[in-house]
């Protein structure tokens, strides 16, 4: 018969069946665990001892989201791994550090194989040839490059920061280099991680708890068993603070700035526009004066009353697009050219759009019926909870057959435009769509006739104000070409090769601000800019020489994740499908405008003049299209002022460095004994011995009150004292000794002697350690 055995822990009844020896050492086991996690002094230990640990791995889960940009994903899902186990085995083990880090390798190797599965290339076949063993070592090791020593400096990081961060000073110090640190990287880059700051703040302000506890039960040990039996008069307080603390810097106000940051001074004071990075894409608009420069972020904006400026680039995901044919992502066509920027042509016809109707979308006028197209399938999704205020896709759209929106029945249909648009823009999750995209066919648009299907006049559209250089400068271009598609194409040679692509123009070139027209000062001032500047320039000079043109806005192709894995992975880079098929990834830096010129029976054909970038066409069977050199079809558009850009961090970045460094330095110097002396000496020169124990009394006082040693009114210092010195025994010689050091510099009648001071300076040195 199996007896039964009781444990009572914490007033709780445990039983357990004892038979076997095997099951009797079980059960010995779980009675050992159950008692260990349920006895106070375990909660304890783990508040006190261990708690600081998982708050230092919390902090430094924030700081490496600075490394956003630069780390795989692999990279992170390991290092999340590791420092999950890490914060197990710092919560259970209090020391044997060895042990915590055996399990901490562990399981980074364990997070590697799972990740990145690591090949066995087999033992070397000799132990004692260096050369194989050197083979043997070199071909594993390699495979754990770089995550084994990215996790290996995380982890050594949360040990590092843990031990300085064991007493109050160094805490505060991380607590502060910290938010400093971030607060620099979210100024100087386009991260947006003010949520990670309030990460940080958080954990410091309960570690400062933690350290306060420690404090507590260190001083007062009797009050804090008192306390420790009721933990949650501990915790309701601590949380009720820092969740107002947090809610408070929130939701406050934004007050004026009173103060500018270094970076922003150092900006202004060179004339520039200090960079506006959300991190959210969109467009930020900033007002244009003589001085400064325009400035926003790439990404798509309905507003084009107002074009030019500079921007900054926003890589921040738009929408994903699984598509059979790499195309531009169309989205909307103006006309109406004011000679500052675009507007939309009143009273558009609309008509409903039906999702999943089996008719294909009409289009206004339409495709001859020999004109060849090919069937474009996309797939959508929408990365971003903003409202849109059009689908995008290869244009034209001929059917929507899916669409998870908040309105799908408010979508409109516009066939001259070739807009799928709603009255208001609508938040949308994903939507497939079919396109059907004239093949390029160049002897027939060179043969095309002149427009008869449509009214030209609103593509013809140039304001009164234009200025004739303009004109004349197309109409040298062009001269002694006798078809519209050669026109177009010289035009578009002549912006591609002529300008240079930059997302910062020098705007200072243009001499008329106020009432310059925008594709002149571009001509022939600024020389100089981003697609807005060629695509503009290219229908203003199109229109010029009587070419039917309109302006396009939309996004470029953006980048196939798929083609970086294979390069990052060093395995043979597979012939890309000639189509372009694939699955691609749209920023807001991939935002783009382009040009469409009409051709009889054809439709709208679309151009790209802008520098370093070929519109994505399906060619005749049998041809392939041969990109350009200058930068791949799919890449983000690169600032050709790099030597300016890659300039913009360095005092900035320099002037943190050098602040961290001069902070470290008064940190350690602080914390030097030393140090401290020499600046004791610096501080005391032209004081007595005696002054200075008068002084350094004082001080130390000062010191006892921060600790919650009170002095009564009615003590004198000996009363004081002597009351310290019964509450902390262990401390009686160093009480009594500063206590008379301090009697003979007060009231003596000399001025005293160094070796006084020397004795007073030791005695509350180790007061200030021990407590």
Known sequence: MASVMSEQTMGIQLRFPVGSSASGSWGRFVRMTLRTLLNGQFWRRVVLERLHRLLVIIIVLQLIQCFSDLWWEETYAIVYGVLAVTAVVELLFTRLIGLRLIVQGIALLGMIQWKMPIQWGGWPEKWRSWEQVRSFLTFHVDQLHPFFEI?????????????????????????????????????????????????????????????????????????????????????????????????????????????????????????????????????????????????????????????????????????????????????????????????????????PLAVGAATDLELDPPRAPGVKTVEVVQTVTVLRKDKIPVLFGAGPVSSVSELKSDNNAGLKWNPEEWEARWTKSARVESYSIVSQVAVLDVKGLQGAPAPSSIDVAPYLQLPDSLPDRVRELAKEKTAGLTNDYDKAKELESYLKETFPYTNKPDLTRQTNRTNGDFVDAFLFEIKEGYCDYFSTSFVVMARSIGLPTRWVKGYATGYDPSRSERERFGGPIATPDPSGAGTYTVRNADAHSWAEVYFEGYGWIPFEPTSGFTVPQPLPQGEVSQPETETDTN?????????????????????????????????????????????????????????????????????????????????????TFERWSDKFSSLTLEFDGALTSFEQARYGHDTGNPQLLHEFTEAATKIRKAL
């Open 635 to 719: 890449a983000t558009p690169v600032d050709t002022s790099v030597s300016d850009r890659n300039n913009d961090w360095i005092v900035p970045a320099g002037a943190v460095g050098v602040i961290l460094i001069i902070l470290g330095l008064v940190f350690v110097s602080y914390r030097n004994n030393r140090a401290r002396r020499l600046w004791d000496r610096i501080r005391s020169r032209g004081h007595t011995p005696n002054q200075r124990v008068v002084r350094e009394m004082e001080r130390l006082l000062v010191f006892m009150q921060r600790q919650g040693m009170r002095r009564e009114k009615h003590e004198t210092i000996r009363e």
């Open 151 to 351: 996790g290996i400096g995380v982890v050594a990081l949360v040990h590092v920061l843990s031990w300085i961060g064991s007493r109050r000073a160094g805490a505060i110090a991380i607590f502060v280099l910290s938010i400093a640190g971030m607060a620099a990287v979210d100024s100087f880059f386009p991260l947006e991680l003010w949520h990670n700051i309030a990460w940080i703040v958080t954990a410091g302000l309960a570690w400062l708890v933690v350290l306060h506890l420690r404090q507590l039960q260190v001083r007062h040990p009797d009050s804090w068993e008192a306390l420790a039996e009721r933990p949650l008069d501990i915790a309701f307080p601590a949380v009720v603070i820092i969740t107002i603390v947090l809610l408070a810097g929130i939701f406050v106000p934004r007050a004026p700035v009173i103060l500018e940051d270094p970076y922003t001074i150092w900006t202004e004071a060179q004339g520039r526009e200090v960079p506006a990075f959300s991190g959210e894409g969109g467009v930020q608009k900033v007002s244009v004066t003589p001085s400064t420069k325009g400035s926003s972020l790439s990404g798509y904006s309905r507003d084009d009353r107002k074009i030019g400026g500079s921007f900054q680039f926003d890589y921040s995901p738009v929408m994903t697009i699984t598509t059979s044919q790499s195309s531009y992502w169309r989205g909307e066509s103006k006309s109406i050219y004011t000679g500052k920027g675009w507007a939309d042509t009143k009273d558009a016809r609309l008509v």
